[in-house]
């Protein structure tokens, strides 16, 4: 019982010192690639506690979210929720993710644990790419000739930021 009490405060200590990093670095490719890969659980695996965490962009910073899709019964009555956040992603979460997920909140800003996806579709003759933030989706989603569009899924997760991974520049 002590080692399992143990490991739990070492799993918050590394949790708070995540979260307190002010550290600035450009996210690269490979590693967001491989986070993104990361996130996902294998075959037959539970999207339930740590295997459901991924990372996610808000505003240029890269976090950690754990996300857990609730049923379609209870996104039903939450669709008319007008608070519900926007998660933007390249697949389903789900799935392995082509691009890092973008987050529309954090804890403090407007922060709702209810999230609706919205997958991201570039238009033809546009080349993907990452976005970092959900002003940088919403801008390209507009205008007469709009870089991508956005399909809401109507699969609604519940999602906890859980730490802060890095910064960009």
């Not at 506690?49 to 899709?69: I, R």
């Not at 039903?76 to 529309?104: C, G, K, M, R, W």
Request: hydrophobic share 40%.
């Amino acid at each position: 019982m002590k080692q399992t009490w143990g490991a739990l405060g070492l799993v918050a200590l590394v949790f708070t010192f995540a979260a307190c990093d002010r550290s600035v670095t450009a996210p690269n490719t490979d590693e967001t690639a491989a986070l993104n890969r990361a996130g996902t659980t294998s075959a037959g695996g539970s999207m339930k506690g740590a295997g459901g965490q991924m990372p996610a962009f808000y505003d240029g910073q890269l976090f950690t979210v754990n996300m857990m899709e609730i049923s379609d019964d209870a996104a039903e009555h939450l669709e008319s929720n007008p608070s519900l956040n926007e998660i933007y992603a390249s697949n389903d979460l789900d799935e392995e993710q082509d691009f890092t997920p973008v987050i529309d909140a954090i804890q403090g800003d407007g922060f709702n644990p209810l999230w609706e996806q919205f997958l991201i579709v570039f238009n033809e003759g546009f080349t993907p790419h990452q976005f970092f933030s959900d002003v940088e989706v919403e801008d390209a989603a507009e205008g007469a000739n709009p870089e991508i569009t956005l399909v809401d899924t109507h699969e609604v997760y519940r999602c906890s930021v859980v730490g802060k991974k890095s910064s960009r520049e």
